[in-house]
C-alpha cells in the first residue's frame, strides 16, 4: 500500500482534473443549452385560445379558421383558456365552452394528447405538454456529466503523463559497459 506521500501526487493531479473538468462541462452543458434552448422552455403562463365569431357554421362548410391552430405546445403547468366568442357552444376534450363564455384546462402532467374538438374539420386538437428545462435539469446534467469526464481525463494523464515524471534512459554506455567479477 501507498503511504500518504507517495498518494499526495495523485490526489493533487486527480482534484486539478476535477476542476477543469467540471468548468469545461458547466460551460459547454450552457453554451449547448442555449444553442438548442427551445422557445417552451419558459415558466408556466396563461394561454389563450379565442374561438372567432362564425366558426361553428365554418366547420359546417368544411372551412377551418385559420386563427385555430391544429396543434398546441405547453409546459407542465400551464393552463389554457378558451374564449368563445362564437354563437355556438363549443366542446374541447373536457371542457364545454357556452357562447360567450370561457372556460380554462389546467396542464397538469407531461402528455401528448388529442382531445376532441367541436370548432375544428378535423374535430381533434392536439394537445403537447412538454416537462421544462429548468435549473435543477441542468444541475443535474452537469452532475452526470463532469465525474465521467474527470474519470476518462485521470485515467488518460496517467498513462500519458505518469506521476514521478520520466524515469532516467539507460545510454549506451551503460548498457555495453563490461561488469567486472566483483559487480556479479
Given amino acids: 500500500m501507498k503511504k500518504p506521500n507517495q498518494l499526495r501526487p495523485y490526489l493533487l493531479r486527480l482534484g486539478l482534473i476535477l476542476a ?3 468548468a469545461f462541462v458547466a460551460v459547454f452543458n450552457e453554451a449547448v443549452y442555449l444553442l438548442q434552448k427551445d422557445p417552451h422552455d419558459r415558466a408556466p403562463q396563461t394561454i389563450e385560445l379565442v374561438i372567432p365569431q362564425g366558426t361553428a357554421a365554418r366547420v359546417e362548410a368544411g ?3 385559420p386563427t385555430i391552430p391544429e396543434e398546441m405546445v405547453f409546459v407542465l403547468g400551464d393552463t389554457l383558456l378558451v374564449r368563445n366568442e362564437d354563437s355556438t357552444s363549443h366542446q374541447l376534450g373536457p371542457i364545454w365552452v357556452p357562447a360567450g363564455a370561457t372556460a380554462s384546462l389546467a396542464m397538469g402532467e407531461p402528455a401528448k394528447l388529442a382531445y376532441s374538438c367541436s370548432f375544428s374539420t378535423t374535430r381533434y386538437l392536439n394537445l403537447d405538454v412538454r416537462q421544462p428545462t429548468t435549473l435543477g435539469t441542468r444541475v443535474t446534467a452537469l452532475l452526470l456529466a463532469a465525474p465521467t469526464m474527470t474519470a476518462l481525463i485521470y485515467i488518460y494523464s496517467l498513462l500519458v503523463f505518469p506521476v514521478g515524471g520520466k524515469q532516467p534512459k539507460k545510454t549506451s554506455a ?8 566483483g559487480e556479479r
Fill in 63 to 65: 372551412e377551418d379558421d
Fill in 20 to 22: 477543469l473538468s467540471t
Fill in 174 to 181: 551503460d548498457i555495453s559497459a563490461p561488469v567486472s567479477e
